[in-house]
């Protein structure tokens, strides 16, 4: 996705500049065909597809009969070349031998994705699916081609590094202070790559001219803009290209008439590596952490708030494959049974997604609900995967009876569901939620309702809550006894259907045979409990805890019910339907106002109308305690209807029916909240406000592999306004309050007072805003006021107004736990499953022990158990690895040291061991 190139820098001083010295007398040219194949956007991928293959046909045609149309750059991503060879299989030794010859450079990455919206491990795989595809061809490009994402992570350079690319090629992001088109850019742990800034973007050498005298006017042209980046007559690298452009046949020639026809330019056509490989590497200008500036291009901001159905569906999809399917089958599914094919299948969906025009959804109704459908199976392969996991736990126990698997790394208890006999008291510690007493001993019937019966039962399962676990069938002289044994959890290998043949069989040779059915169903309870803690990466049969600090509901509904577990107190305000923790009021505050953007940028209508008024607040007791405690606060708003597109004001007005479920459990510090809704309106965007606890300056946000620190602002121009509203991916802390969500990326501060902290050290913030909703109906638009130009075509669509269900989750915290233990305790439950018993396994212990780091991945990979974690703290660690030994592996599995029990990682850094069997 490109957009009109603005570039402007400040540039004074000397360095930057890029490729080598000048090749006789003139200004050295670099131009490096290519094009921009965003697979998916204003048009579905299968409506692309059929121009890719054009492309691609003409492409190989013209490499192969024209040796001075020299290289094509296809734009970085491995994808384009599956896609095409899936319609032309026939011409892959084509394109291996252009890939071989040097003269067609792939990869490195699978897919060009946007870097803050996905999971880190998302892009790593990204990044070794596309080295590894790109080996069928002799290679991928050993360049960090990055040139559309809508900004970039801090931890792109390590991540660049560890998969041993020293360059890296970026537009979008690049702040101010950069007035060069190359520096060192630095991940936070210190390693870092030269990056090339691509003046004026991506396409700043499309559409070159045929004729060579036109063509050196347009390079002088050009050299202006350059220069303010640029040493005086350094190289210029020109990207002849942009989105989804063909490439121009005659270049090689124009090249060659236009270096025959004067001497201030010398022009070559090549590729990306050659010209990155003379460039000077010495001098530049650092720059540390992410580039996310609007300063010379759009960042779009407002993808992150853009369908927050997409978003939801990424994390669950992300967590279901990276935290739960892969380790757990890792570690608990029989040896040789690593499922690869399916977890392939699921993470090429997930990578497919993360292109930056799919998961930023700023794409056609088509594309996004094909992305929806991907995301969905992504996540039934990771759901699937884990339960065979669990199933596989479940029959290796030596004693029967529920058994938690606990998927982080950290040893916690926390909360679960099971089904137990329902012998006596249950105890103080518990919370019944229902309890089925047992049917009836024997029942005496005739064969044609014992068919009737059984012919119900399709295999074992009777319900969700009772299977059959055990079916017998015996006959004497007086008639048929069949015994049905039924139980919570399924078992394999009842031999349901083959009893049912048999009695079937005999009732037909015999219809008046009388048959007693003996019913033996015990009777079960379904409770809540707070689990025993868990060994990381282990089990535990279930044992209930005594519970420290149960909670409760104090209160009346009419005049303000309470949650409270004696740590944590939730106060709830029939009038306004807000909430206070911890004595501080206005928690929950929906501020809903206009929004008459597009799927790239919030823009505010000139004529705001803003509602955070309920009409009607009703407060609903729920569960009790004490072990969860939950209450509804139904709220009713009028939303206007729409932005009119005349008046720039909303209009008409749509009564919606809001319900906030709130959540505290026993011992946990997390107060979890729930909205949902049925989305009424247009053209807005609605935003829960959550006061600080104390003023902040900074909010401390998760992205890949660590966490980034943000002021108050950010930087922009007049073509796009720096609008301070920025990504977290699982949890954003500020002022003394963490929020934990799943897919609610996109937050600000705000209730900014100027004149700022009690030192006077700066404007400070009191508020945090989540946006929980954004609803626009424009793909892209003209004259937003905070983004005059469009950043795409200018289509309207239906999807991204959201109207319908919406449906969300965050977490709360005041207690200052530190966000990541709590992102696990919000997001990823301990997993239950049931035992019959009859296996090896003790009653508790760990398959895996790693501590001093945090964990991103626990896999299978070329036969070993590899683990990949990160320090996301400002001081070196030690990272145990307990009684396991084995070699750190870079991103490419290449080994760099061995290592046995431990191993030591940098403030952070990124490490990723292979353990010894
Ligand atoms: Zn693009």
Redesign the pocket.
């Known amino acids: ?2 957009h009109p190139p603005s570039g402007r820098g400040d540039g004074t001083g000397d360095g930057g500049g890029g490729g080598g010295g000048p090749r006789g007398a003139g200004r050295r040219i670099a131009v490096v065909p290519h094009t ?1 194949w ?1 697979r998916e ?1 204003y048009d579905p991928f299968q409506t692309y597809r059929l121009k890719l293959v054009r492309l691609v046909d003409e492409l190989l045609d013209l490499m192969e009969s024209d040796s001075s149309y020299g290289h094509f750059l296809l734009d970085g991503q491995l994808a384009v070349v599956d896609d095409y060879l899936e319609i032309r299989p026939e011409s892959e030794p084509r394109i291996r031998a252009l890939v071989a010859a040097g003269r067609l450079t792939v990869g490195p990455w699978y897919i ?1 994705m946007d870097e803050f919206l996905v999971s880190g491990e998302t892009i790593v795989r990204n990044l070794q699916k596309g080295i590894l595809r790109g080996s069928a061809f002799g290679g991928v490009m050993e360049v960090g081609y990055l ?2 994402m809508f900004g970039h992570i801090a931890q792109m350079p390590q991540i660049l590094d560890q998969a041993g690319l020293g360059h890296a090629v970026v537009w979008r992001g690049v702040p101010s202070a950069v007035s060069r088109s190359a520096f060192r850019w630095t991940a936070p742990d210190g390693s870092g790559v030269r990056a090339e800034y691509l003046v004026a973007g991506y396409g700043n050498g499309a559409a070159l001219p045929e004729d060579a005298k036109q063509l050196v006017r347009r390079l002088g042209s050009l050299a202006d803009e350059f220069d303010s980046f640029l040493a005086a007559g350094a190289p210029m690298l020109l990207m002849n290209g942009s ?1 989804h452009l063909r490439p121009q046949h005659w270049l090689g020639r124009v090249v060659a008439e236009a270096n025959a026809l004067q001497d201030d330019f010398d022009l070559a056509i090549t590729s990306l590596s050659d010209y990155l490989a003379t460039a000077p590497t010495e001098g530049l200008v650092e720059w540390r952490g992410e580039l996310r500036s609007g300063s010379r291009s759009n960042v779009l901001m407002g993808v992150a708030s853009n369908r927050v159905d997409v978003k939801q569906a990424a994390a669950r999809a992300e967590c279901s494959l990276e935290q739960l399917a892969e380790p757990l089958s890792a570690l608990f599914a029989p040896a040789g049974r690593w499922p690869a094919p399916f977890l392939d299948l699921a993470w090429t969906l997930v990578i497919r997604n993360s292109a ?2 799919s998961i930023c959804a700023c794409s056609a109704d088509e594309v996004v609900d094909a992305v929806l459908h991907r995301y969905a199976e992504a996540r039934q392969i990771g759901e699937g995967l884990t339960e065979q996991a669990m199933q596989a736990v479940g029959r290796s126990m030596a004693a029967p009876g529920p058994v938690a698997v606990n998927p982080s790394a950290r040893t916690r208890g926390g909360m679960v569901d099971v089904i137990v006999p329902a012998v006596g008291d249950p105890g103080p510690d518990v919370q019944v939620l229902s309890e089925r007493s047992g049917l009836p001993g024997t029942l005496t019937l005739d064969g044609e309702t014992v068919r009737n019966m059984l012919g119900l039962l399709q295999g074992s399962r009777i319900d969700d809550q009772s299977y059959v676990t055990d079916v017998t069938l015996s006959e004497d002289e007086t008639g048929l006894d069949v015994t049905l044994a039924i139980g919570p959890e399924p078992r394999e290998g009842v031999p349901v259907e083959e009893v049912k043949r048999e009695l079937f069989t005999r009732l037909t040779a015999a219809p008046s045979t009388e048959v007693r059915l003996h019913i033996d169903q015990p009777p079960v309870r379904r409770l809540l409990a707070r689990q025993e803690p868990v060994p990381g990466f282990g089990w535990s049969r279930f044992t209930s805890a005594p519970l420290t600090h149960p909670v409760r509901l104090e209160g009346e509904p009419s005049t303000g019910l309470v949650l409270t577990n004696g740590t944590v107190t939730v106060g709830i305000d029939p009038a306004s339907g807000t909430f206070s923790l911890d004595g501080i009021a206005g928690y929950g505050r929906l501020v809903d106002g206009g929004d008459h953007g597009d799927t790239y940028n919030y823009s505010p209508p000139a004529n705001d109308t803003v509602v955070d008024t309920p009409t009607s607040v009703l407060v609903v007791a729920g569960d009790p305690g004490p072990v969860r405690a939950t209450a509804d606060v139904i709220v009713t708003y009028e939303w206007p209807e729409f932005v009119d597109g005349a008046t720039h004001a909303r209009t008409g007005l749509r009564t919606v029916t809001v319900t906030t479920t709130l959540e505290l459990r026993a011992d946990e510090a997390a107060v979890r909240v729930r909205t949902r809704f049925t989305n009424p309106s247009r053209d807005h965007r609605l935003r829960v406000h959550l006061p600080l606890r104390a003023p902040a300056a900074t909010s401390s946000a998760e992205c890949a592999f660590g966490t980034v620190e943000r002021g108050l602002t950010a930087e922009g121009r007049d073509e796009e306004f720096g609008l301070p509203t920025f990504p977290s991916r699982r949890f954003v802390t500020a002022g003394g309050v963490t929020v934990v969500h799943e897919g609610l990326l996109e937050y600000e501060l705000i209730d900014i007072d100027a004149g700022g902290a009690p030192d006077g050290t700066g404007p400070v913030a009191s508020t945090l805003a989540l946006t929980l909703l954004r609803a626009t109906g424009m793909l892209s638009r003209l004259g937003m006021a905070l983004r005059p130009l469009p950043a795409g075509p200018m289509d309207a669509l239906d999807g991204p107004q959201m109207l319908g269900p919406v449906d969300v989750h965050y977490a709360l915290c005041v207690s200052g736990a530190d966000p990541y233990d709590l992102a696990d305790e919000v997001l990823l439950p301990l997993q239950v499953t049931g035992s019959f018993g009859g296996g090896s396994r003790g009653d508790r212990g760990t398959e895996l022990t790693v501590g001093g780091a945090r964990v991103s991945s626990v896999r299978r990979q070329a036969g070993a158990l590899e683990v990949r974690v990160f320090n996301p703290t400002d001081s070196a660690t030690t990272v145990h690895v307990t009684d396991r030994s084995g070699w750190l592996v870079d991103l490419r599995g290449r080994p760099v040291a061995p290592f046995e029990d431990s191993f030591a990682l940098r403030a952070h850094g990124i490490a990723t061991a292979r353990l010894d069997d």
């Open positions: 996705m490109s921009h965003d956007w060009l040139p559309d989105d930056h025009d």
